[in-house]
Every structure is written in C-alpha cells, then in structure tokens.
C-alpha cells in the first residue's frame, strides 16, 4: 500500500533534519576550538595595568615606568583652576562638581568650600589626585 501524501511529507521533513544536524556537526568539527595551546589562552598585564599578550620577562618596564610617570607629572602639574556646576549636593557635607570642559563628575567635600553652594551654582575649583580619583579643591561661587 502506497504512503499517503502526509506520510510523505513527513518522512522529507525528518531526513532533512537529519541532514541538518549531521552538517552542523561536521562544521562544529570543522571550526573546533578546543585544544588551544596554553601559550594562546596566558594574558599578562604590563605596567599600566592593561592587558597584552608580551611576557613579562620580554615587556620593557622601565621605559613603560618613566612613560607612566611622565604622564602622570603632566597631568599634576595641570592644577589649574578649573570651573563648572554643582550637580548634587548633599547634607552631609560633600558633592559633585560636573567639569564644563571634559563633563566629568568631581567630588567635593564641604571643607574644600569658601562659601555655600547649591546645586546649579558656578564655580571654579582646583582639580587635586588621590586614590579613588580627582578631588575639588579651594572652591570659590562665581
């Protein structure tokens, strides 16, 4: 007895799968990226803290310390005065400072202030590095 047009339909249906399972296997085969050496997978960090691919032993650590160091002088010896516009002020004692030029948020804490601020005002403001990032000091309201 013949099949029935369904039954046909079907069985196309199910080796067609079966045709697509068995060429997404050969191509997981095929691009298998299992069984990297360890040198490929090792990621090593240099002076700077970012990562690379260059050993340690092969980086050269003092130019990239004195590079490091110059950068930092450079931007130390930027305490100029800055300006911008309180963004959060906050009983406690400390705030925000968002910069006009670079727009980056600046903490500030109350015994760095000449005067009162509010949110909205203006201000111009030393920039001062520490640990946890750029600090306000010597706040005057314009």
Do not use: W
């Not at 369904?6 to 080796?15: D, P, V």
């Not at 079966?18 to 090593?44: A, P």
């Not at 930092?72 to 968002?98: H, L, M, Q």
């Amino acid at each position: 007895m013949a099949d029935s047009f369904s039954k046909k339909e079907n069985n196309k249906k199910k080796t067609k799968r079966l045709q697509d399972k068995q060429s997404r296997r050969e191509d997981r085969k095929s691009n298998n990226n299992k069984g990297k050496s360890l040198d490929d997978m090792i990621v090593y960090v240099d002076v700077n803290g970012n990562f690379t691919s260059v050993p340690p032993h092969l980086q050269n650590r003092d130019e990239d310390l004195a590079a490091a160091k110059k950068s930092r002088s450079t931007v130390d010896a930027e305490d100029t005065v800055c300006s911008g516009t309180v963004t959060y002020t906050n009983e406690k004692g400390y705030g925000f400072i968002t910069e006009d030029k670079t727009g980056e948020n600046i903490f500030f804490h109350q015994g760095q202030i000449s005067q009162p601020v509010s949110k909205h005002d203006k201000v111009s403001f030393t920039k001062e590095s520490t640990l946890k990032g750029d600090r306000a000091i010597n706040i005057i309201k314009k």
